[in-house]
């Protein structure tokens, strides 16, 4: 999903958390009618027409002073309209035309990126009517939905579609090497990460601009290593940033991990896992993304010969039900297995890229499935007759059988634990699917 972001924007309660539900297909984001409910973001996949793109409902709070309220809105604008492929802005048919709505469009209509106008919670044809009042706001076109009930979505989705198909693709000189991206939320010491390596060879370490994202790549090749590093260390920078720090960061890490084969996924030692943390770590598995997960801050532990082996287990535990991944525990600070986090992530890659022929496939698998037929529903007993591996850039698998809509959730986590165990797919999420045969 290359440069596929899409960014509800809008003032407080016009409904982008229930568009973002509706395109979505979940219902993650808390609705309410009280403006201000969305405090925290959220990122969703969205699918329309067979082309996936990422959704952000940037939300909004509602602090008591108007004037820093209006600034948090320009804020999170700035960010959306930055890191977004293309941003939908929301307004509410019901309510006249609010100042907020105005300084939306005063800021959007200074962006190259596309912007879509959609007028939300349009009804009835009465509502239709008077939505042409927001012709105002200076956008050429508009579309009239109904978040609630779907009305409308189609086109939209429709429009969507085709501002992303016309993205130019950018030139990319390095396609043929591995991308390893250094992923977390602030301050859990990417920068520090990148700097120990690129600080210790610099004279052999590029700079690979000119993708269209405006994002700086590094081709490392020192110790034997050549690759490319994508880093979203780029986000301290952002020093302006402030009230939307995480909103930005996650968006940032969004744009870094569709960029991505292998994401080293750092997170700080010294405190358990962060809500952050775990939204990263979604993203990361939604795009089926291989992972390497960074322990940082190692050296600051008071350790004891179990620490590592608790630590691990704890970790697992929250980040189930996808616990097969690598996990490195370094000190950035001080170099410690900085080396050692690459040579996991090449392994990584390598786990991601690999092709298992088919022969071999079924005959393991086969084995695996006579042991362990899966369970009959209502009398009728179900067959899988081969496995193929399908030719996707991460790891799919499909089994061809006789009922595939009976085979549950238990049977498939029994045939992806047997593919891992018999196949080194170590940090890597895979996709598992039965199809009638």
Request: glycine share 6%; charged share 30%.
């Amino acid at each position: 999903m290359e440069n596929r972001i899409v960014a509800i924007v809008g003032r407080p309660n016009v409904g982008k958390s229930t568009l973002f539900n509706r395109l979505t297909g979940r219902r993650k984001a808390i609705v309410d009618d009280h403006s201000g409910v969305t405090r925290d973001r959220h990122y969703g996949v969205s699918d329309w027409n067979g082309m996936e793109f990422n959704v952000i409902d940037t939300g909004g709070f509602v602090p008591d002073s108007t004037d820093i309220f209006e600034k948090a809105i320009r804020e999170q604008v700035h960010i959306a309209m930055e890191e977004a492929s293309v941003l939908l802005f929301v307004v509410d048919a019901i309510s006249e035309i609010h100042p907020l709505d105005q300084e939306f469009a005063n800021i959007l209509r200074r962006t190259k990126k596309p912007v879509i106008m959609v007028v939300n919670k349009v009804d009835n044809d009465t509502l239709r009517f008077q939505s042409s009042t927001f012709y105002q706001l200076g956008f050429d076109e508009l579309f009239d939905i109904s978040s609630a009930s779907g009305a409308g979505t189609g086109e939209l989705l429709d429009k969507v579609v085709e501002e992303l198909k016309e993205l130019k693709p950018f030139e990319d000189t390095t396609s043929h090497l591995p991308k390893i991206a250094i992923v977390g939320r602030p301050n859990v010491g990417k920068s520090s990460f990148i700097n120990a390596l690129i600080g210790e060879e610099r004279n052999i370490v590029t700079d690979i601009s000119g993708t269209t994202r405006d994002s700086i790549d590094t081709r490392y090749t020192a110790f034997g290593f050549d690759m490319v590093l994508v880093d979203t260390a780029g986000i301290r920078k952002k020093s302006k940033v402030h009230e939307d720090i995480e909103f930005y960061s996650v968006m940032r890490s969004i744009r870094t991990i569709e960029d991505c084969d292998v994401c080293l996924f750092m997170i700080d030692g010294t405190e358990p896992l962060q809500n952050q943390d775990m939204s990263i770590f979604s993203v990361i598995e939604k795009n089926k993304k291989g992972i390497v997960l960074l322990v940082n801050k190692w050296d600051l532990i008071d350790k004891d010969t179990s620490s590592t082996k608790k630590y691990e287990e704890a970790i697992k535990e929250r980040l189930a039900p996808f616990t097969d991944l690598p996990i490195v525990f370094i000190s950035a600070l001080n170099k410690q297995r900085i080396h050692k986090a690459l040579e996991t992530a090449m392994e990584v890659f390598e786990n991601r890229t690999q092709k298992i022929p088919t022969s071999k496939l079924n005959e393991i698998m086969q084995e695996a499935i006579q042991k362990n037929p899966p369970p009959s529903y209502k009398g009728k007993y179900i067959k899988i007759k081969y496995v193929t591996q399908l030719p996707t850039h991460s790891p799919s698998f499909a089994f061809f059988c006789n009922l595939p809509q009976y085979i549950k959730d238990p049977y498939k986590r029994y045939v992806e634990n047997q593919l891992r165990e018999h196949f080194n797919l170590h940090g890597v999420p895979i996709r598992i699917f039965f199809r009638k045969k």
